[in-house]
């Protein structure tokens, strides 16, 4: 087990006793990029418990620790991710094997946890993607702060658009 120094934050394998954690960080985060001029990326009822859990069991999830407290949230892994398969309005700059982010977020009481999460993600593969909403200028300045490119439109499994991104050996 992972101890954290009181000084740098650590990532380490999501647990089923942080479930109730990362759900509330979840909570905040909807209401955050409501606050933000986004209310509509992620519906009240996302992402479902039964989902987190699931993604955890199969060893998807990390959280992103301070002394011991969660601060943030991510779900990460490599290999192909279906809605990925058809990008709009652009290409992929790197079609090498890859990992993707999903539904990653933060409370604030981590400095920088946002680009410290992307860039351990990134330091397992060397090749990422990810998406977000068109309203989502904090995670998009994110992004950009961290190196991804923009790359195009890619459409989830009900047909939202999204803007898709990817930091590869070659951006």
Known sequence: MEQDNGSKPKIRPMREEDLDRVMELYDRAKKFMAEHGNPTQWPPSYPPRKQVAWDMQKGHMFVCTQDERIGAV?????????????????????????????RITSDGTIRGAGSFCLQWAWERCGNLRIDTHENNVVMQNLLKKNGFVYCGIIRLERGEERLAYQKGTKT
């Open 74 to 102: 991510f779900y990460y892994r490599e290999g192909e991710d279906p809605t990925y398969r058809v990008i709009e309005g652009g290409k992929w700059i790197d079609d090498s094997p890859y990992g993707v982010v999903h």
